[in-house]
C-alpha cells in the first residue's frame, strides 16, 4: 500500500510549525514517519513543491519578520528564537530572501 503523503506531510509540517525554533534535520523529520530520508525528500518536494531544508527556512524567517515588526527584541534574541545558528546566518537568510537586512526591514515596517 503506498503511504498517504499528503496526509503524513500534513503531520510533519505541522510539527515544523510548532518545533522551528529547534535544530530540525531532515533525518529526523522522516523518522517522524518511519522512512527514509531520500523518500522523505522526494515526497515532501512532489507534494509541497519546495524543499524540507527550504520550507523550514520560510516558517523561520516568517516568525522572524513577525518578531522584527511587533517586538522590541534584539536581532541576536530573535534570530535564536528562530532556530538560526547565529546572527549572521540570520541575516544572510533574510536577505537573501527579502533583498534587505533584518534591520532594515524592522526600520521600514516598525510605526
Do not use: C
Request: aromatic share 10%; glycine share 4%; net charge positive.
Amino acid at each position: 500500500k503506498v503511504p498517504s503523503w499528503h496526509g503524513l506531510m500534513k503531520k510533519i509540517t505541522l510539527y515544523i510549525n510548532d518545533h522551528y525554533a529547534e535544530d530540525l534535520s531532515v533525518s529526523q523529520l522522516a523518522k517522524l514517519i518511519g522512512t527514509s530520508t531520500s523518500k522523505f525528500t522526494r515526497a515532501f518536494i512532489r507534494t509541497l513543491n519546495i524543499t524540507p531544508g527550504k520550507y523550514i527556512n520560510n516558517i523561520r524567517l516568517t516568525a522572524a519578520r513577525q518578531m522584527l515588526e511587533t517586538t522590541d527584541k534584539t536581532l541576536v534574541e530573535i534570530a535564536q528564537e528562530t532556530g538560526f545558528y547565529d546572527l549572521s546566518h540570520f541575516t544572510r537568510a533574510f536577505k537573501r530572501e527579502r533583498k534587505t537586512t533584518p534591520g532594515q526591514y524592522r526600520r521600514q515596517h516598525r510605526p
